[in-house]
């Protein structure tokens, strides 16, 4: 623009000779320009490209990473969960489960085997004396039957005496309550339902946790190589503060390692 308000002012028109000439060379300065932009993108790719690859490889001794490895690793779990799916279909089921219920000729077995056992008296001494210690009524004693209620008339009414506070009921017929009380909370603080599968279910949550922490520990260590690097470049950068003062190369290249380093 400046160049085009130079020539307005001028007192002659310029010759097509003298513009094809001024056309040359303002692209000509354009073309430099643009390769200057095209040599930083280029270094600054290349020093990205240089900064990831170390990181990767490591050093001496050390193992290469890969990249995508979440994507690999989120891969292998859901195989392995759906080979545990599979597997747990193809599985049999057991017998007498709640799943299946019994046919008539296992119910006529097991029948057949309860009968068996009550014939035996030495089972049969050893059933009656828990049923009596569970009852708390001694062996050979017949239970009493609980007594019907009474029609309550008016003339028969009694007034109930009233229990001291202090005294206390030490009466056998206490223990049986207690005792059912207690297999009643036995029988309430047991699980409802068991999982077959809980022990594979362990193994694949201590398999993943495993792989996580070592998923964690290559990061760790990336992280330090990158620090490495980061201190490289910036020795990298102090040395090339000297040579930037003389080309202007050098000087784009310390610009970019510094906004590397930044970022």
Known sequence: MQVRMKLVNLGHAQSEETKKKIGIGVRMGWEKRRGKLMVQESCYFEWQNLIAEAARRGLAGEEE?????????????????????????????????????????????????????????????RVCAGLSKFHGVPVGVERKAKRKPRAVTQSSKQTPKKKKETDTDFSPRNEPNKQIEKFKLRRSNRPLYKDSSAGSKLEMIKNIRAQRSATESKKTEAIERARLLIAEAEKAAKALEVAAVKSPIARASLIETRKLIAE
């Open 65 to 125: 990473l890969q990249w995508y490895s979440y994507n690999i690793l989120d891969e292998q779990l859901m195989k392995e969960w759906l080979e545990s799916v599979e597997r747990r279909k193809t599985m049999p089921r057991t017998k007498g489960s709640r799943r299946a219920p019994k046919s008539a000729e296992q119910r006529k077995k097991i029948a057949e085997a309860i009968a068996a056992k009550w014939a035996d008296p030495e089972y049969r001494e």
